[in-house]
């Protein structure tokens, strides 16, 4: 079983839709969640980290549920340029070792 | 301040050739960290190195890989005898601090490597 996993899509939606996606993670010592833009192409580039208690970052929504081992992220009223492909990545506390999904692609068309 | 450096970006090789892939970290930070993304997967750690020291290489693959990290100069992850299945994006990222966290992990633009 894979440490992260994720649907990849791709989830294509209209400018200024809402698009909301999972991942799973199977460690559950795993202690700190973030989510990942990668352009296409490019590095990796840290979007978001996300709490306990879910957290908010303008149009983007993150959430965490440790019971059930998923992490969500919810973006708002779409716009072009949030066409990337989002990555999950999980770290274990104390652990510099970063486990990346593969993530899931986002097209969002005019 | 400069970013996480790498080169070349791209880098074209035949089947038995050998790739030398260069990153110069961030300015202050001396613990680099290297992952492959292979076509379809998401980043995979390969090996974690700080000045002179190579401190987990858990993710290299048994043979044909090597990495350093000189005193002077940029790291080199050094593939031998390439085949096609090493064709990827190998990324490095760079910190100031042990046991980072992903905040403080700042990736380079990457190395395509294609063997041919």
């Known amino acids: 079983r894979k440490e992260v996993e994720q649907d990849p899509g791709p989830f294509n939606v209209p400018e200024g839709a809402t698009v909301a996606f999972n991942c799973t993670y199977s460690?559950?010592?795993?202690?700190?969640f973030f989510w990942y833009r990668q352009d296409c192409r490019k590095e990796p580039k840290l979007l978001m980290s996300v709490y306990s208690s879910g957290n908010e970052d303008g149009r983007f929504t993150a959430q965490l549920n440790r019971a059930s081992q998923y992490i969500s992220l919810l973006i708002r009223d779409s716009k072009l340029s949030d066409s990337a492909t989002y990555l999950c990545v999980v770290n274990t506390r104390g652990d510099y070792k970063l486990s990346f999904g593969a993530g899931t692609t986002v097209t969002v068309r005019a | 301040n400069a970013g996480v450096m790498q080169n070349p970006r791209h880098l074209v090789r035949r089947r038995g050739q050998e790739a030398r892939l260069r990153c110069s970290p961030m300015k202050g930070h001396s613990h680099v960290y290297w992952y492959r993304q292979l076509p379809e997967e998401g980043l995979k750690f390969m090996v974690y190195?700080?000045?002179?020291?190579?401190?987990?290489e858990s993710g290299m693959p048994k043979e044909r890989f090597s990495a350093e990290f000189p005193k002077e100069g940029p790291s080199i992850l050094r593939i031998q005898q390439v085949v096609r299945g090493d064709s990827a994006a190998y990324f490095c990222?760079?910190?100031?601090?042990?046991?980072?966290?992903?905040?403080?992990?700042?990736f380079g633009p990457g190395t395509r490597l294609l063997v041919l």
């Open positions: 990222a760079s910190s100031p601090v042990r046991l980072a966290g992903v905040e403080t992990q700042y």
């Open positions: 460690n559950s010592a795993s202690q700190s």
């Open positions: 190195l700080q000045k002179e020291n190579i401190i987990d």
